[in-house]
């Protein structure tokens, strides 16, 4: 399959089953619409699209795995209203400006309600889960309930990890590090847990989870380094954020670790200097020099090179474990998605 | 029985059932330790004290309806890491700068791993519920889950509702509208849903949870009360929060809603002008004179009747709908907790 062709095909996917997640979680939202007009507030980044990803995955892999797509729509949902209570409170402790192409919540409405707003996209996720119950019955509800527990735990703990790099202004790091925070932070929510979820409803509870690691892992850590490198280079209006908010937020990326490792002492001084101010002190003319310093080191080459071997250990995992399963248009999606994550622009 | 037998009564329960929940408790946070250092922030809140009302309350109804103690622990666990997780988000939404005795988590270690740590109480609240099926089995787990999301969804409904309020500066508020956002934020997770899943366990399922909302939120709205009157009287040693601290953040508690609609024109519209200032622009002036306006028009007094008349209510409501049960120590802790609620300094 060539790169075009697979990427096209994710792309048809993803509308596809994004937009049947998309009607589902208004359902959800609409009803606190009507309680209060504070729910306007929590249907903002919702509202804003976004490509559900994670919903696609999970539903494609219930398909593939034989499930009727319905039976895995209120799991999809779930994870989409959780990923946007993530967004919120991601945005908050990064000080981001924009999403989506728009403020930030909080710039919005301030951090008081933008806290609480993400607190109650957090609570409004649990529902469908438990909803579940009515299609696959209680086991299986409780299956699905252990292991997005595990994703959610998983995630706050990754989240918290880059979080304390930042504040308390770590800097001796190498590419395992980043690896594992991307597992914890990304790959759980992103990838494994959407795929782990598919296969269980798919199979009954029928089939070791575990098998299915290595690639969500693989295609999910491409992505999130795929996604730092937009930030640098990306086209503004397509990418939704403002370029280069990694380097104002200091965020510590494939690209950064791997200057810090590499660069001239007295350069990285500078940098420790640079990355031990807050985001407000911070000049736009340090943010272009820590930008310049990367190109000279060639640390997005190396970042590139990396999210490519990802990939292709990803494309690797996926003839490992998915070529029992029968052909069908959502395992060719499942083995496209590697070549569309570092396709995407 | 006589008010202060009833208080005792109540401090002996908390005590045993506080220390149960507390040990189980650290079992779920010293988890977590093992994983990340991070982990000592999350576990600062629940490491300071505090009375585990809710816990005891969960515990306590189970029991009083022929449950095992133990067949509760994981609900009155799990409501406790709710809880500190609410706290945690609450007083950086308040701006708070105490927190039983000692400096708020955002204070301590800044508002990014602040909200983080939040997030990762809310996330560990959900493992004990899930672990409920090993002793509950799946439907019963399930009913709890449902009633815990429910749960949940007011709280974050009701915490809104107050927020919208301040940043809005809505002052045209009466008493309904107070007792209706208390309903949702302090009542529904405080009282109701722990007496609710008591029964539930108690019970198995078997008895009309909607006969103990009204018990519960009587109680839920007295506790509240006093808490606020305490926040201006109360001995700030014991109280463990700033003293006036409602005043500084422009809280709509009971007072501030009864001195907006007493107060003379030209004084309302000075408390207008304070109140909708930030909490950084507001002087120690501006709150003596506040506080000197709440003791001339009455507002504590007024307060205090209506923490009176609905520990009354409550009192009532219990001999309603709790005579059928058998006699039994947790039936009497249950019977104290208005006088209680009340009493408590």
Excluded at 15 to 28: T, W
Excluded at 200 to 211: A, E
Excluded at 248 to 267: F, Q, S, Y
């Amino acid at each position: 399959m060539s790169t075009t062709a697979a990427t096209a095909r994710v792309r048809e996917r993803l509308e596809d089953y994004g937009a049947a997640a998309r009607v589902r979680m208004r359902e959800y939202l609409r009803e606190g619409q009507s309680r209060h007009e504070f729910y306007a507030l929590v249907s903002d980044y919702p509202e804003r699209g976004g490509r559900a990803l994670r919903a696609s995955l999970c539903l494609a892999t219930a398909r593939a795995f034989g499930a009727h797509p319905t039976e895995a729509l209120n799991s999809a949902v779930a994870l989409e209203l959780l990923h946007n209570a993530f967004l919120v409170h991601d945005d908050l402790e990064d000080e981001s400006e924009e999403r989506r192409g728009h403020p930030t919540l909080h710039l919005r409405h301030g951090a008081p309600l933008a806290i609480n707003a993400g607190d109650a996209l957090a609570v409004l996720s649990l529902r469908p889960l438990i909803e579940n119950v009515g299609m696959l019955g209680p086991r299986l509800t409780l299956r699905i309930l252990e292991e997005a527990e595990r994703m959610a735990r998983e995630s706050v703990e990754g989240q918290a990890l880059e979080l304390w790099w930042r504040q308390h202004h770590v800097l001796e790091l190498g590419e395992v590090d980043y690896l594992r925070m991307v597992l914890k932070k990304t790959c759980w929510y992103s990838t494994i847990y959407p795929m782990r979820v598919g296969a269980l409803i798919g199979t009954r509870d029928g089939v070791k989870l575990d098998r299915y690691l290595h690639f969500g892992f693989f295609v999910g850590a491409a992505f999130q380094i795929q996604d730092d490198l937009l930030n640098l280079v990306g086209d503004e209006a397509r990418y939704g954020k403002e370029l280069n908010g990694d380097l104002w937020e200091g965020k510590r990326t494939l690209m950064l670790i791997h200057l810090l490792n590499v660069t001239a002492p007295d350069e990285r001084a500078r940098l420790s200097r640079v990355l031990g101010t807050s985001r407000a002190a911070r000049t736009g003319e340090e943010v272009r020099w820590i930008r310049e310093r990367m190109e000279q080191y060639g640390s997005l080459d190396y970042a590139r090179q990396v999210a490519h071997g990802l990939a292709g250990a990803a494309l690797h995992e996926f003839s490992r474990v998915f070529a029992e399963l029968p052909d069908s248009p959502d395992k060719d999606f499942l083995e496209a998605l590697p070549t569309w994550v570092i396709e995407r622009t």
